[in-house]
């Protein structure tokens, strides 16, 4: 079974300030880990996506995550935040291998302050 | 090249009629995907496909079925509405990765 967690529902920060979004996961696999974006009544976007061939994954939009197994977390940051970053962002986990579908964690709302 | 593609974006639905969501998508995927969206719920499977000829449940199957009539096109159909499947819906699919690749969304509202 796999699950996750974002530890926190609403993240605001100030445009320019530095993103921390943070997330656990549990899993009885080598998992694969996702971010995803939703911007506002849109669908959802690929931010980045880790499998094993680096800890430090790069995503679009300046967005990184870090793989930590040893505390289970894939925490998603940005240097700088941009008023467009405004959105609700999911950490997903697949098993990986398989077709079965992704685990969502119930996300966290991404507010900008100008 | 479309990806993902999903009609209707909108439907409202009184309880008890039925409907079939459709969506399409043009990447060649085999493996394809319905979830639902309700706030503070993250997204939910439903069902999913992992190849033509194949269905199997997700965690909230309930009042609903699937059909994957080709490789691609997977159609989702509430036989019976009820004001609990208010939501909004997502179709994805994915290739040889696990990778899903999402459709802008079906908003459906039951009265």
Redesign the interface.
């Known amino acids: 079974a796999q699950s ?1 967690t974002q530890l926190d ?1 609403h993240v605001s920060v100030s445009e320019g300030t530095p993103v921390l979004l943070r997330c656990n996961y549990s899993s009885s696999y080598s998992p ?1 880990l ?1 971010w ?1 974006v939703q911007h506002p009544n ?5 931010l980045l ?1 880790y499998t094993s061939a680096a800890t430090l994954v790069k995503g679009i939009n300046g967005f990184e995550a870090e793989f930590k197994k040893s505390e289970t977390s894939f925490h998603l940051t940005k240097p700088s935040a941009h008023m467009s970053d405004a959105a609700e962002y ?1 950490c997903v986990v ?9 685990t ?4 966290t709302h991404l507010i900008i302050q100008p | 090249n479309a990806g993902v593609t999903q009609t209707p974006k909108f439907q409202v639905l009184k309880t008890g009629q039925s409907m079939t969501l459709q969506c399409a998508q043009d990447m060649n995927h085999n493996s394809m995907y319905w979830y639902r969206q309700d706030p503070g719920m993250g997204l939910r499977l439903i069902y999913y496909s992992a190849s033509e000829g194949t269905t199997d449940k997700g965690e909230v199957p309930n009042g609903y079925n699937v059909s994957r009539l080709n490789k691609r096109e997977f159609s989702l159909r509430l036989e019976s509405a009820a004001p609990s499947q208010t939501s909004v819906y997502f179709c994805a699919s994915a290739g040889d990765t696990d990778t899903q690749y999402f459709g802008p969304g079906t908003r459906l509202t039951v009265l």
């Open positions: 996750v529902s694969s996702f995803y849109k669908g959802l976007q690929l996506k999911f697949s098993p990986g291998g398989g077709a079965d579908g992704l969502f964690g119930k996300g």
